[in-house]
């Protein structure tokens, strides 16, 4: 047991500043989710989820989401969100984070893709919040694809995010309940020099960046 906490915790070491590294760069955060894109929507779970896309008001891609713990668990990561417009092209990313703390007997490292599908304007809404707790808004509805859908496909198709994940390591899943999914204006700056909010970007779409058209077209290529 001694050596199993040692390992991890040395692997939690090694692990930890190069996922801040790598929420430190706009442009890496934006290919990293333009990568991440494509690996979900590989294998049956994601042909269900190109299916939901193409009806999506907004997408969330989070290309890192690490997660390590002994007894106190902690996860974190960068975020891109992405909103459709009226004519079905896609906005340029605004960025967010996300992070969470969780007590429990827990041991392992974890570093998981996540990518929330926003069905509704109520769910895009709420995720504009420049600090929105998933799971706390009883008026909102989540399920989660993957091994079948989490209640099921009624409450999919009435749910507000859909949300799909891959993770490696050794936990055996990751829940996204309790997790603060907070705008980042510091990085939005950095990447379009003059942004002034992430509905600025997403939704009135006053923001453009040439490095996101990668990812545009990756979401045009599975969502329409």
């Given amino acids: 047991m001694k050596r199993l906490f040692l390992a991890a915790t040395m692997l939690a070491a090694t692990l930890t500043p190069l996922a801040a590294a790598r929420a430190d760069s706009p442009q890496h955060l934006v290919d990293s989710s333009t990568l991440a894109l494509e690996s979900l929507m590989e294998g049956p779970p994601g042909h269900q989820a190109q299916d939901f896309l193409r009806k999506a008001r907004a997408v969330v891609i989070c290309p890192d989401i690490f997660r390590a713990g002994f007894m106190i668990g902690g996860e974190g990561g960068g975020c891109v969100m992405v909103a459709?417009?009226?004519?079905?092209?896609?906005?340029?990313?605004?960025?967010?984070?996300?992070?969470?703390?969780?007590?429990?007997?827990?041991?392992?490292?974890?570093?998981?893709?996540?990518?929330?599908?926003?069905?509704?304007?109520?769910?895009?809404?709420?995720?504009?919040?420049?600090?929105?707790?998933?799971?706390?808004?009883?008026?909102?509805?989540?399920?989660?694809?993957?091994?079948?859908v989490n209640g099921s496909m009624s409450t999919a198709l009435n749910a507000d995010i859909l949300t799909l994940s891959k993770t490696e390591g050794l936990y055996g899943g990751i829940s996204l309940a309790g997790s603060v999914f907070s705008n980042d204006s510091g990085m939005e700056q950095s990447y379009y020099g003059n942004a002034d909010d992430a509905r600025d970007i997403v939704i009135n779409m006053k923001a453009s960046n040439p490095g996101a058209n990668p990812l545009r077209a990756m979401l045009t290529k599975f969502g329409g």
């Fill in 84 to 148: 459709r417009a009226a004519g079905g092209s896609w906005s340029a990313p605004a960025f967010y984070s996300m992070g969470s703390g969780s007590f429990g007997l827990q041991i392992g490292v974890q570093s998981a893709k996540v990518l929330m599908l926003v069905m509704t304007e109520g769910g895009l809404n709420a995720l504009l919040n420049s600090q929105f707790k998933i799971g706390a808004d009883a008026g909102l509805t989540i399920a989660t694809l993957g091994a079948g």
